[in-house]
C-alpha cells in the first residue's frame, strides 16, 4: 500500500486564514509512505508541519522538487529532520542548463534569504539531479518527466505494483499542445499521468481567470478536468490552490464546473490533511 498525505496544496504563496480552513493554506508538499519508505513531494510551507509530524520516524527521508520556486521550497530550511545527524536526507530536484542543483539550493540556504548554509547543516543532504528519469526507492518506482512551467520543472509518476499516482501541482496543459485535448502524444505530461489511480494536478485558475494569465505557468480547472479525461485517470484531486481564494470560492468552482455532469473519473478539490490509501 501507499499512503498518500497533504501537509500543503495551496499555490503561490501561504495564505493561512479562518476563510481557508477547509482547504489549508500551506504551500505545496505531500508525503508518500509505503512501508519504512518516506518520500516526500516538494518543499514548500507545508514541511514544516510534516518535520515535526515526523519526529524519529525514519533514518533515511527522500525529498523531491517538482522545481525550485520559493513557494516549493521555502520550507525546507525549517524541516526538522535536516538538523537531526541521525537522520540521511537525499534531495532530488532539477538542474538548469548552466546551473547545477547544488547551486541553485544555495542560493536558498544562505543570506539574506535564509540564515543557515548548506555547509553548516549537521549533515549535509545528498543532491541528486534528475531530468526525465526513473528512480527506484525501496519498492517505490518514481518516474519523472519535464512539463509546462516555467523554469525546468517536473511532473512524478510514483509507482507500487499495480498502484499509480501522480503530482503535478504546477503545470500550464495549453502550451503543450496547439490542439489540446485531442492529440495525447503531444500533450505535456501525458505519460505521467496515463492511467493513474490518483492525480493530484495544477487547477489554480477559473478559464476567465486564465485568459489573463497565459505563460503563468499554471492551468484553469476546465482544462485540467479534460486533461484528466484525456488521460484516463481514476481520481482527480484539483490541486494549488490560488492564494486569493476562500473556501466558499472553492466550493463554487468546484460546484460551477462539476455539477450535474458525468465524468468518467471521481473530481475534488484537494485538502490540507487529506490521506488516501492505494492498495
Known amino acids: 500500500m501507499m499512503k498518500v498525505t497533504v501537509w500543503g496544496c495551496r499555490g503561490s504563496l501561504p495564505s493561512p486564514g479562518p476563510e481557508k480552513d477547509i482547504y489549508g493554506g500551506n504551500t505545496s508538499c505531500v ?5 519504512d519508505t518516506c518520500i516526500i513531494l516538494d518543499g514548500g510551507s507545508g514541511i514544516q508541519r510534516l518535520g515535526v509530524d515526523l519526529k524519529s520516524d525514519f533514518k533515511e527521508i527522500h525529498i523531491f522538487l517538482s522545481h525550485l520556486h520559493i513557494d516549493h521550497t521555502m520550507g525546507l530550511g525549517f524541516f526538522l529532520p ?9 534531495i532530488y530536484g532539477p538542474a538548469t542548463s548552466d546551473e547545477t542543483l547544488l547551486s541553485r539550493l544555495r542560493r536558498y540556504f544562505s543570506p539574506p534569504l535564509f540564515p543557515v548554509r548548506l555547509s553548516e547543516l549537521p549533515v549535509p543532504p545528498e543532491l541528486h539531479e534528475i531530468h526525465n528519469s526513473e528512480i527506484k526507492i525501496g519498492n517505490v518506482t518514481i518516474n519523472t518527466s519535464y512539463i509546462c512551467h516555467p523554469g525546468p520543472t517536473l511532473g512524478f509518476r510514483l509507482s507500487y505494483g499495480n498502484s499509480v499516482f501522480a503530482y503535478m501541482p504546477d ?3 495549453p502550451l503543450g499542445s496547439a490542439n489540446f485535448p485531442h492529440e495525447p502524444e503531444w500533450t505535456s505530461g501525458y505519460e505521467i499521468a496515463k492511467d493513474v489511480d490518483l492525480l493530484f494536478h495544477d487547477a489554480q485558475y477559473r478559464p476567465s481567470e ?11 480547472v476546465e482544462d485540467t478536468l479534460a486533461y484528466a479525461k484525456l488521460c484516463g485517470v481514476k481520481k482527480l484531486s484539483l490541486f494549488h490552490h490560488d492564494p486569493g481564494h476562500t473556501d466558499e470560492q472553492l466550493n463554487k468552482l468546484l460546484h460551477d464546473y462539476t455539477h450535474g455532469k458525468k465524468f468518467d473519473f471521481e473530481v475534488e478539490m484537494c ?9
Open 210 to 220: 486564465y485568459a489573463q494569465r497565459i505563460g503563468w505557468g499554471h492551468s484553469s
Open 82 to 90: 535536516l538538523y537531526n545527524p541521525a537522520v540521511k536526507i537525499h
Open 271 to 279: 485538502a490540507e490533511g487529506n490521506t488516501y490509501e492505494l492498495h
Open 31 to 35: 508525503q508518500v509512505l509505503q512501508d
Open 171 to 173: 503545470h500550464e496543459i
